[in-house]
Nanobody
């Protein structure tokens, strides 16, 4: 019943921007920490960004995307976003949305995952 659906992926030139969306259903969206992960070809899946439950005033990013990516949420729309600016070729990956029922955005294994959205950054 729980479903996370990513959208907004595609092909973009280096230096460009892209916004990913993840629409959630079947859960009380505001009670979940929302996270973005990515997996590049031949590499392990890695954490990218997280936003805390309710207001989402607390966020967390890996160092490689700080200053370029912004995670946000709209509880009225049950949607979490990842705004990606100044994209680099190394950002190329499948991006996954995930929901975690945890009070701490840095802990807890996500209970639900989306199917992923391809982001390709060309040089």
């Amino acid at each position: 019943q729980v479903q996370l659906v990513e959208s907004g992926g595609g092909l973009v030139q280096a230096g460009g921007s892209l916004r990913l969306s993840c629409a959630a259903s079947g859960l009380t969206f505001s009670r979940y920490t929302m996270k973005w992960f990515r997996q590049a070809p031949g590499k392990e899946r890695e954490f990218v960004a997280a936003i805390g439950w309710l207001s989402g005033s607390i966020t967390d990013y890996i160092d490689s995307v700080k200053g370029r990516f912004t995670i946000s949420r709209d509880n009225a729309k049950n949607t979490v976003y990842l705004q990606m600016n100044s994209l680099k070729t190394e950002d190329t990956a499948v991006y996954y949305c995930a929901a975690s029922f945890s009070l701490d955005i840095k802990t807890g294994t996500p209970q639900y995952w989306g199917q992923g959205a391809q982001v390709t950054v060309s040089s």
